[in-house]
């Protein structure tokens, strides 16, 4: 059965790193690890030299490596940082970008900052390679056409070798590369506003280009995943974000169209993938924008509503959290914002950590300090189900009239959790250059309760 509860059942909220309630009056004894209660910042590494815009604004960590995406002016300028951790310190040791910049903008990649589509994972990284969406990235300058790109990156010990993917099928502002995804054996692309199939045109409802990992060729993708209701709907936008559950392998996709949902694909040896479960939205409110993130991992399944309405609250936002049953997933859990305005549900991650299943959902609007942001981490346990046990936020207030737009994005794999905050003005340097915050596990010596 789903529970539901409210952060207005969590009075404390602390800055920055936070020890759970169950964590308070204990006595120094036997070491413990508090998750994230370690925290690294790292300002825009363009900030002091060429300013460019946006650090942070999509994130993405797996084992030792983490990505942060800038949107640059425009479009133009944008790239995606890579960072290792070498000796026990997150470096800098790469710079991603497009082989191809447009001279009028518009190119976004590894992160889009258009009105509130910022909603797309347009990076992932598995193993040695790292995808990177350029959603406005035109085929042909002179077209105006922005139809998008998507770029495959592999590691190589003379550096990152790039291979740019471009989809003819995809046809004018279509945003290939909205959403990009490394499964176990495939990449794919999602196009949110692909019209039709194979460049037909009709309304925009979005389409995900499956490939191997050997193809060097936009076009030759295996497969076209495809709405299982696209029949004449309009805003389907199937495509906008995805997930991957690499356990169960089922690829998750969410759809704008009325109503709200999610499609969840899995692979069969005869027929590729098929939508094998359509999941309707649990939000009250029609346009609650169920989907705008989610994540999956190990039998679990997180989507976020950052419009939703629980109490009739404007944008207070709900996060879902479905658990794969028998023979599928089932509402387990909803988690909704404490106030009106918080977009609680803007972006989201569920990762399986040393101490369980854990998720983390971002408010973008959380106004703990003037609309600064927040990430509330929530572990599963079977005693007591879901329960809130951290609250962080940006230990800045540069007191601009900017909102830093922290957890904007987020993205956490076992007990890392990086999030960013691409509106973030560094002192002196200028605006919304943005920074990005890295939280670890810490050993602490509180353990027995008094």
């Not at 030299?49 to 983490?66: A, C, E």
């Not at 404007?314 to 028998?326: D, L, Q």
């Not at 609309?371 to 879901?386: I, Y």
Request: proline share 3%; aromatic share 10%.
């Amino acid at each position: 059965m789903a529970t539901k509860h409210t952060n207005d059942d969590h009075t404390i909220s602390y800055r920055n790193n936070i020890i759970s309630k169950s964590e308070q009056g204990v006595e120094k004894s036997d070491p413990v690890t508090v998750l994230y209660s370690g925290s690294t910042a790292i300002t825009n590494p363009g900030a002091f030299s060429d300013p460019q815009y946006g650090f942070g604004i999509s994130t993405y960590v797996s084992g030792n490596v983490i990505t942060a995406g800038m949107y640059g002016t425009s479009g133009t300028g944008a790239g995606v940082y890579v960072f290792r951790k070498l000796n026990g310190t997150w470096t800098n040791t790469a710079l991603l970008s497009a082989s191809h910049i447009d001279s009028d903008g518009g190119t976004f990649f590894g992160g889009e900052n258009s009105s509130f589509e910022e909603n797309s994972r347009p990076v992932c990284i598995l193993g040695n390679r790292i995808s990177v969406g350029a959603p406005y990235e035109e085929h042909d300058p002179s077209q105006n056409h922005y139809e998008g790109v998507a770029y495959l990156f592999n590691s190589e010990s003379s550096g990152w070798a790039r291979t740019r993917l471009i989809a003819t099928a995809s046809s004018d502002a279509s945003r290939y590369g909205q959403s990009t995804l490394l499964g176990d054996n495939f990449l794919a692309v999602g196009a949110r506003d692909k019209q039709g199939l194979a460049g037909s045109l009709g309304n925009a409802q979005g389409v995900i280009f499956m490939y191997d990992y050997s193809t060097t060729d936009g076009n030759n993708f295996f497969q076209l995943l495809t709405s299982s209701t696209r029949t004449g709907a309009a805003s389907v936008f199937l495509g906008s974000t995805m997930a991957f559950d690499y356990k169960n392998r089922i690829l998750f996709s969410a759809e704008d169209s009325s109503p709200e949902r999610a499609e969840l694909f899995a692979s069969s040896s005869t027929k590729g993938w098929c939508v094998f479960q359509t999941i309707p939205s649990d939000a009250g409110y029609s346009s609650a924008r169920y989907g705008y993130s989610l994540d999956a991992c190990d039998d679990y399944f997180v989507v976020g509503a950052p419009f939703d309405r629980p109490g009739s609250d404007v944008n207070r936002g709900t996060a879902f959290i479905y658990k794969s049953g028998s023979s599928q997933y089932e509402l387990e859990h909803t988690i909704s914002g404490s106030a009106a305005g918080e977009l609680f549900g803007r972006s989201v991650s569920i990762t399986s950590g040393s101490t369980g299943i854990v998720a983390i959902v971002g408010s973008q609007e959380d106004n703990d300090n003037g609309e600064d942001g927040a990430s509330q981490v929530f572990l599963s346990s079977s005693n007591s189900g879901w329960s809130l046990i951290s609250k962080m936020i940006s230990p800045v207030d540069d007191g601009s009239g900017y909102q830093d737009d922290y957890a904007t994005s987020l993205h956490s794999e076992g007990d890392v959790l990086v999030v960013g905050s691409y509106g973030e003005n560094i002192e002196g340097e200028g605006s919304r250059l943005g920074r990005i915050y890295i939280y670890e596990p810490q050993v602490t010596l509180n353990s027995k309760i008094s």
